[in-house]
């Protein structure tokens, strides 16, 4: 059974920063994010293979940064300048080597007031 355990998320006012991050029970090729506010569908924030290319949605490019330690099987999420329109909650996703089945983590909270 693969896990995806988060962490980090919370509370923070505007223009402040939080972080998260996924650690996964065994070797992944891509890792990454997804968010889903109240109402709306989830939607890709960040992705990032084991060769460290990403692909970031246009509302958080420039305040966002992916990033993966593969030695540890974790994805990073750092998340700048936070607007509240960033409120949602943040599910890790992964992808297994064989590129046929997506793992997704339990969703942690990120709330950022105005």
């Known amino acids: 059974q693969v896990q995806l355990v988060e962490s980090g998320g919370g509370l923070v006012q505007a223009g402040g920063s939080l972080s998260l991050s996924c650690t996964a029970s065994v070797r992944l090729t891509y890792m990454g994010w997804y968010r889903q506010a109240p109402g709306k569908q989830r939607d890709l924030v960040a992705r990032?293979?084991?060769?460290?290319?990403?692909n970031y949605a246009d509302s958080v490019k420039g305040r966002f940064t992916i990033s993966r330690d593969n030695g540890k099987n974790t994805v990073y999420l750092q998340m700048n300048s936070l607007k509240p329109e960033d409120t949602a909650v943040y599910y890790c996703?992964?992808?297994?080597?064989?590129?046929?089945?997506?793992?997704w983590g339990q969703g942690t909270q990120v709330t950022v007031s105005s």
């Open positions: 990032i293979n084991r060769g460290d290319s990403t």
């Open positions: 996703v992964a992808q297994s080597l064989s590129g046929s089945t997506t793992y």
